[in-house]
């Protein structure tokens, strides 16, 4: 059976992590993981996980429970709110540490993001345009995205129409 990953990358429990429990309430056999939970050094760029035979990080820390769940995964969901023009330094430390991962092959990738912007702005073609490359680098099939407006005095609410977008990229 087919499993989802969702990689939540808020610091905080809030408008991601909304996102991430409505897809999973509509995606039978689906995980969500929160970055904020796990202790997940930097990536050193020692390039050790490339020359040994199991390619696995030699950094001793939570990365490796992750990958775990990631093997299992056919489809990953990466939620994140946009900091700065870009994602989460939570979940872009957890980006660079997968490249010691090389189990690509069938699995399929989507982006949901939410931000401060109107959904619109620049911000989110940049991101969109920055994991379409990278997912095309490693020949994983990205063709779902979705971005929402959310911020401290603009919470977003889990409508039918937000249930409904989500439902559209299952």
């Known amino acids: 059976m087919n ?3 969702i990689i ?10 909304k996102l991430a429990s409505c897809y999973q309430e509509m995606c039978e ?9 796990f202790n997940i050094k930097p990536c050193m760029g020692c390039d050790q996980c490339h020359k040994n035979e199991n390619h696995k990080c030699i950094i001793k820390d939570d990365f490796e429970t ?7 995964a056919s489809t990953l969901v990466f939620i994140s709110p946009i900091y700065w023009w870009g994602v989460t330094a939570t979940l872009k430390c957890f ?5 010691s991962f090389n189990n690509w092959k069938g699995k399929e990738f989507k982006l949901i993001l939410t931000g401060g912007a109107e959904t619109t702005d620049v911000e989110y073609k940049l991101l969109h ?14 063709n779902s995205f979705l971005a929402f407006e959310a ?12 249930k ?6 299952i």
């Open 3 to 5: 499993k989802t990953l």
């Open 8 to 17: 939540v990358g808020s610091p905080r429990k809030g408008t991601s992590l």
């Open 164 to 169: 409904n977008q989500i439902k559209s990229i």
């Open 95 to 99: 980006i660079d540490r997968l490249y």
């Open 66 to 72: 992750i990958v775990e769940k990631l093997n299992e």
């Open 29 to 37: 056999n689906t995980e969500i993981v929160q970055l904020r939970d």
């Open 151 to 162: 911020y401290q005095d603009k919470i977003l609410e889990i409508t039918d129409e937000v």
């Open 129 to 142: 345009d920055q994991f379409k490359e990278m997912m095309a680098y490693i020949n994983v099939p990205f």
